[in-house]
């Protein structure tokens, strides 16, 4: 079987993006989507996202781990997906899409994106850290001298010690001098360090925000891939109106084939 693709990354976070409004993709087909995201053996990404038809909006996104399985919300890829969507002349400069998490709008204005996320209702403190929802789980740790931090080692050991079997995703933290946040994910389901991670971001942001270590409402996080920016309004138990911004871009298109 033969199907056309197209590879899109930002800040470093790549995925293969098919194009599914006519329901040929096997989306069931773990081990498939495993092999198209295999650096090695595939086409190489953190992940594949589906773009398909939806009834109350101008597309679903359909997003999968690079293990093949469905999972949750992904940020840097609800940006991509909306640039794919321009780029295929189905979408102006605003977009409203269904994701497993509810329905996101988002502005494209050139490269940049600015993707509206879902709402945040509850901040857990645990010690030494923070857990948050941003459509995906998400742990932040402040931690020194991340550079040299051990991410895939200690982020595999929380990521599976404290969170059990379900895990989450693993955030470690530093504030450099002028205010921004530096941060370095390790994702489940990735089971490895990414450059980027839109949802670990928003999380970081927000995190910061309500720990009082920063004031700001629009915060600039660099990762591994780039920065990105995190706008926000605080209200009564939690956050609203939070925005990931930054750069998607398209990669490169191509067809793959295959015969399992």
Known sequence: MKINFYKYQGTGNDFVIIDNRQGVFPAKDTQLIAYL????????ADGLI???TDAQSDFKMVYYNSDGNESTMCGNGGRCIVSFAHFLGMIGNETKFRAIDGLHYATIKGAIVYLK?????EIKSKPDAVFINTGSPHHVQMVSE?????????GAKLRYGLYGK??????FVEQDEGGAFFVRTYERGVEDET?????????VALAMHSQGTTKRLKITVKVLGGALEVTFVPKDNGYEQIYLIGEAKQVFKGEVQWNF
């Open 166 to 171: 379900k895990g989450s995703n693993i955030n």
């Open 146 to 154: 991340l550079s040299r931090f051990n991410v895939v080692k200690e």
């Open 50 to 52: 589906l773009l398909e």
């Open 117 to 121: 996320m879902q709402d945040v209702e």
């Open 37 to 44: 995201c295999d650096r090695r053996f595939g086409v190489g």
């Open 195 to 203: 450059l980027s991670c839109g949802t670990g971001v928003t999380a």
